[in-house]
């Protein structure tokens, strides 16, 4: 049983779009205005778009899709991912190598980092 079955799944998806792309939970009350979110109609990617530009204190990014370049955008989002891994620098870049070119396929980076 995971921790993330106490929650509605839409709870659970707000705390994994937390968890996954900003490295840190949310609080409860977060996790409400985030699924009241989603259950008004906002995609999964269209609300990390939304977090991505909002400057959110505990996360190590503010404007993390107005990061300059894609491919720093990728580098970030790798190393964000990787976070508490022993990933090594060699296998980051070949992941980062393999996502650059998959960002102009995405309406937005929102949508990039879901599918990924």
């Known amino acids: ?15 994994k779009v937390f968890a996954y792309a900003f490295r840190s939970a949310p609080t409860a009350d977060l996790v409400a205005w985030g699924a009241d979110e989603l259950n008004g109609g906002r995609t999964v990617g269209g609300f990390l778009d939304f977090l991505f530009n909002f400057p ?46 998959l960002v102009p396929q995405y309406a937005s980076r929102g949508e990039l980092a879901v599918a990924i």
């Open 1 to 15: 049983m995971s921790a993330l079955d106490d929650f509605t799944p839409r709870a659970a998806t707000v705390i």
């Open 56 to 101: 959110v204190p505990q996360s190590p990014f503010t404007a993390y899709s107005q990061i300059a370049t894609n491919t720093a955008f990728c580098t970030a989002l790798v190393d964000n991912f990787c976070f508490g891994t022993s990933m090594g620098a060699a296998v980051k870049a070949g992941w980062v190598a393999e996502l650059v070119p």
